[in-house]
């Protein structure tokens, strides 16, 4: 129904051009458009059509990739335009931009490797592209600094062997294992677990790969399920529409910029295990991370493994400072975390699914760890993840 009066004069038209479909980011803006009651028109790959119909929108929100047509285009319809990421390569450069902060990016895997006691780091990824560059950049540069080095390899476009199966086998070969693998983007993160496995390599306990975006669908079915980090891929879209309505009322800069930080790692299988150079040890950890809903005993673990609950636990405390029954907990409360941060379970259900005795022993031993009870800290990290989309 076609509004009258002054809300007509107020209402936006506003053209969103994705080189590529993703929902996170429409969720983001449309949330906002919504809010700001705009009209809003979506385009996922006609924008090369744009020059011959009359168009007429106040302002655009785009990601492309590097599409030298779609920026030309783009650039002489000379309407108010956000871009989101950098992706374009330079070819929007001066434009007002939202984006992901790939420096952020790069350091938080580096101290999340790091934090897990790996002394060998690799990454893999492709030299063309502007955010696997300065990602890649930032986690060598932060691994370094902690006397490590980092071989890195880098692959094409093309999906054959000779260009990326290829470089990545013979660099998983070459590596010392255990070995901690960044990569900035999931869909490559998945090529790296296909190559280890292929190669007969264990993964987390030989080969622990990180990717970037935590695109869930990509990352739950992978081969071995992939950690990754979490951008606030939906808030790249909200920011974007907030930018865009400062830009179309003049109230931002022509080439203002949005940096936005990187939220967390989500942890799945692919990085589920510490560094540890005793495949035995490693392999205790897989079970002990397999069987956390049972009860599980230090001779259990021992037996999975075939050593004497003696020699594995003189075994534990060399590698990884801590007895046996400190890494079950240690391991427990991990999980326990990852249930609280659902809102799905309450105390009394997380208690049964980590494998302890009791809600009263659950409760004490997470204060023990955390400083606080897990309804608080549950509680206290919904809150924060609300506040983050509301803003």
């Known amino acids: 129904m076609k509004q009258t009066g002054s809300k007509e004069k107020t209402c936006k038209t506003v053209a969103v051009y994705l080189g590529w479909y993703d929902q996170r980011i429409l969720t983001g803006f449309a949330r906002f458009a919504k ?3 705009w009209s809003v028109i979506f385009d996922f790959a006609m924008v090369h059509q744009w020059s011959s119909e009359s168009l007429k929108v106040d302002g655009i929100l785009c990601m492309i990739g590097p599409e030298r047509k779609a920026a030309e285009i783009i650039k002489k319809m000379k309407v108010p335009t956000v871009v989101l990421n950098n992706s374009d ?12 902060n790939d420096h952020e990016c790069g350091r938080l895997a580096a101290d999340y490797f790091l934090g897990l006691g790996y002394k060998n780091f690799l990454t893999v990824g492709k030299k063309r592209r502007t955010f696997f560059r300065e990602r890649i950049r ?20 093309s999906l054959s062997r000779a260009n990326m199966q290829h470089p990545i086998e013979l660099a998983l070969k070459r590596a010392k294992k255990p070995v901690a693998v960044y990569v900035p983007a999931d869909v490559t993160s ?7 496995l292929a190669l007969g390599l264990h993964v987390p306990e030989e080969v622990s790969v990180l990717g970037t975006d935590n695109q869930e669908m990509i990352c739950d079915y992978a081969p071995v399920p992939l950690s990754s980090i979490r951008v606030g891929i939906s808030g790249l879209g909200y920011e974007g529409g907030k930018l865009l309505d400062k830009v179309m009322n003049g109230k931002a800069h022509k080439s203002a910029v949005k940096v936005l930080a990187p939220i967390e790692i989500v942890v799945r299988q692919s990085t589920n295990s510490v560094a540890v150079p005793d495949i035995r040890v490693a392999r205790a950890i897989r079970f002990i991370e397999d069987n956390l809903d049972k009860s599980i005993s230090v001779g259990e673990v021992a ?7 003696t020699i594995l ?12 029954i400190k890494e079950i907990n240690r391991s427990r409360i991990e999980k326990a975390k990852s249930l609280l941060r659902s809102g799905n379970f309450p105390a009394k259900k997380v208690a049964a699914a980590c494998g302890f005795s009791s809600p009263n022993y659950f409760n004490n031993t997470f204060v023990k760890a955390t400083g606080t009870t897990p309804r608080r800290w549950a509680a206290k990290y919904l809150h924060n993840e609300k506040s983050r989309k509301e803003q």
């Open 89 to 100: 390569e330079g070819l929007l450069a001066g434009f007002p931009r939202v984006m992901i």
């Open 190 to 196: 998945v090529h790296v677990i296909s190559c280890a």
């Open 35 to 37: 809010e700001n009651r």
């Open 313 to 324: 636990s003189q075994l534990f405390r060399q590698h990884l400072n801590r007895s046996i």
């Open 138 to 157: 930032s986690f060598v540069d932060t691994v370094e600094t902690k006397g490590n080095t980092v071989e890195s390899v880098w692959i094409g476009e």
């Open 303 to 309: 037996a999975h493994v075939e050593l004497s609950s």
